[in-house]
Structure formats: C-alpha cells, structure tokens
C-alpha cells in the first residue's frame, strides 16, 4: 500500500510515537520532523498537524522549546525531549510494540478467513 493511501485516523494514532522517537535522536525542527516522517514512509504530515501535537507534547512535560537562529534565513523553533519525555518515549515504544502485536494477530486471523473462504 503507498503511504499515501493509509487512513488519516492510523495516522492520528501512530505520529506521537514516532515523533517522540524522532526526538530521541536529539533536538530537531518542525520541517524536520515533517522530512523524517516521510522517509520513514508516513506519507506528507502537514504542519497543521504536527505543531499542535507538538504543543500537546510541550504542554504534558514532554518537550521543551528553543529557538535557534538561522543560517541565513529566519530563526527555527527546536524542539528537544526533556527527561520525562524520553521515558514517555520508550514507554510509548514498547506500548505500541505490544498493540500492534496484538493487531496482527486479529488481522492476520482475519486474512486466514478470507483466503479460506476462496
């Protein structure tokens, strides 16, 4: 499946995990974040979508915020783990490690009956 086809609401429920394991990698900025998610084979994820996410990440104690200035340009808004948000990070890991075990498993049953029933 192309990743732009994957359903914006597995999306919504997988970007915190990646982004705080993006951020375990050290500081970055949005446009950054944005280039990994892609990479990683996420698909676009818009800014109007990360940066309330990232807000949300600030606001819980997860993130702290820097501005650096730019290399000939403006100044950029880094984003950077705190030591709760690196536990949060590896616990969010494991987590989802574990649900998606469990998904597969149902999935995997699913496509079972399917072929089956050919």
Known sequence: MDSEQWPSEWLRGVLGVCVLRILLD???????????LEEAGLGTV?????????TRLEEAGYVVVEWRPGEGGPG??????????????????????????TTRGLVDDALAVRGSER
Not at 46 to 54: D, E, N, Q, S
Not at 80 to 101: H, K, P, S, Y
Request: proline fraction near 4%; charged fraction near 20%.
């Open 26 to 36: 050290g500081p970055s900025y949005g446009y950054a974040i944005t280039r990994r």
């Open 46 to 54: 818009k800014g109007g979508t990360l940066y309330p996410l990232l």
């Open 76 to 101: 950029r808004k880094f984003f950077a783990l705190t030591g709760q948000g690196r536990i949060q990070a590896q616990e969010q890991a494991a987590r989802w490690v574990d649900f998606t075990i």
